[in-house]
């Protein structure tokens, strides 16, 4: 959460997980998935329900972030 906000990225934590806009998906899986598979032992469970081409949108974003 503190990189995040450095990078002065509107973040909201909600419960288990955090909102970003659509934009910043990437890099904040990113920063993530190392930081919960150390906590946690095994890896992030993503719920993408409403955007159902979010995979394909952040492979894109990745290329220019």
């Known amino acids: 959460m503190v990189e995040v906000t450095a990078e002065g990225i509107p973040v909201l934590p909600a419960h288990d997980g955090s909102i970003v806009a659509t934009k910043c998906g990437f890099w904040l899986k990113e920063r993530v ?15 993408w329900e409403s955007m159902l081409d979010m995979d394909e949108y952040l492979d894109e974003e990745k290329e220019g972030y």
């Not at 998935?33 to 719920?47: H, I, W």
Request: zero cysteines.
């Open 33 to 47: 998935e190392p930081a919960y598979r150390e906590l946690m032992g095994f890896d992030v469970v993503y719920n």
